[in-house]
């Protein structure tokens, strides 16, 4: 039986997510923590908020609220980039089997790479590289990823990597016809989004409350209000690894789509089949832009389905969407600020999640 059969469940859950907010805060996990819970209550999802802290360590700085604004990080990947890969894949205008080749003119190592490598990690990218400070003006960071050595042949092995993800946001922008933020733009409309989830050149952001993130000492500041990736900085805050910002509104309603999608409750913005054929775990641990739980020592805790899709960023976000519990669990937080090296989330992540799954379940 599904815990969403009692509101009550959800409205404790909720209550105990403030606390574990203020005690992220407290702990110094981050400056401002928000989380979203959603589940099923009568046979249809409700969702609830929380959050505590401000937007950066001062004392004067704006509170946490509801309309406060995470840089959402690698959560661009599944949560833009493969959603916008989802709706040119119903149209027809690009497929798992397309090639690199295809868009681009490269060598014969990465050619053949194709689209459902890069999706899973599977092509052979490096995890990062700082093609921030060694372009200048005018270089095109796609064309130094394609002229960079692989780390392994395609479909040898998965790893992680931004590299693959900058290529695919160019790539969905040449299939597309359009911007990558106005494609994914356009889906966060179909889909009903309430609160504020995009790239900043979709939602502006002169009259926003953001999150302070870290020290960028290529820009000799920190990232406030603007994308704190400095790749992503450097092709001008829109690309297919990072830049997206949202509030915990805005990311939770988009998960809770997702759920309905999954589950068979909704058809927009996509069909079941191509939620499930993305979301669901693929053969080597990760599904088509989504990941999924470690059977043990994952960030999502020990209790949330293994079938659960989510995604971690590096500015301390996270979302996890379990079918067979039929619940969604976000976390957002500024743990980069004012220093990256801060790693207390790895503990806090886990056990975040183990609390709120046993007020839920």
Not at 31 to 54: K, P, Y
Not at 136 to 150: F, H, M
Request: with cysteine; aromatic share 10%.
């Amino acid at each position: 039986m599904r815990w969403g059969e009692n509101m009550r469940n959800l409205q404790g859950a909720v209550k105990e997510a403030e606390r574990l907010c203020r005690k992220g805060v407290e702990s110094g996990v981050a400056t401002s923590v928000s989380c979203g819970l959603a589940g099923l209550v009568h046979g249809r999802m409700e969702s609830g908020h929380a959050f505590f802290g401000r937007i950066s360590g001062e004392d004067d700085a704006d509170e946490t609220g509801p309309d406060t604004l995470y840089d959402l990080a690698s959560l661009t990947k599944p949560l833009a980039t493969t959603l916008v890969f989802m709706r040119l894949f119903e149209e027809g205008r690009i497929g798992f089997d397309d090639v690199i080749g295809r868009f681009f003119s490269c060598g014969p190592d990465k050619s053949d790479i194709s689209m459902a490598d890069i999706l899973r990690h599977r092509a052979g990218f490096t995890a990062h590289e700082p093609f921030f400070e060694r372009l200048g003006p005018g270089d095109d960071i796609c064309n130094a990823i394609l002229e960079n050595p692989l780390a392994h042949q395609p479909g040898r092995a998965t790893l992680y990597s931004d590299l693959g993800f900058i290529l695919l946001g160019r790539i969905l922008e040449m299939a597309g016809g359009r911007p990558l933020h106005e494609q994914a733009a356009d889906i966060y409309e179909e889909a009903g989004i309430p609160g504020t989830i995009g790239y900043l050149a979709a939602i502006g952001g002169h009259d926003k409350k953001f999150c302070a993130c870290q020290y960028s000492s290529f820009r000799g500041r920190v990232a406030a209000g603007e994308v704190s990736d400095d790749n992503c900085f450097f092709m001008g805050g829109v690309a297919g690894h990072a830049g997206l910002f949202g509030d915990v509104a805005a990311v939770t309603a988009m998960c809770v789509r997702l759920l309905d999608i999954w589950q068979g409750r909704s058809s927009l913005p996509f069909s079941r089949e191509t939620v499930n054929m993305f979301m669901k775990k693929g053969p080597h641990g990760r599904g088509l832009g989504f990941d999924h739980p470690e059977k043990t020592g994952s960030a999502a805790g020990s209790l949330l389905s293994r079938s659960s899709a989510g995604h971690l960023g590096f500015t301390g976000t996270s979302f996890w969407i379990d079918p067979d519990n039929d619940l969604a669990v976000v976390l957002l937080t500024n743990r980069v600020h004012p220093d990256s090296s801060n790693e207390k989330i790895k503990e806090f992540r886990p056990w975040f999640h183990d609390r709120v799954f046993q007020m839920l379940v």
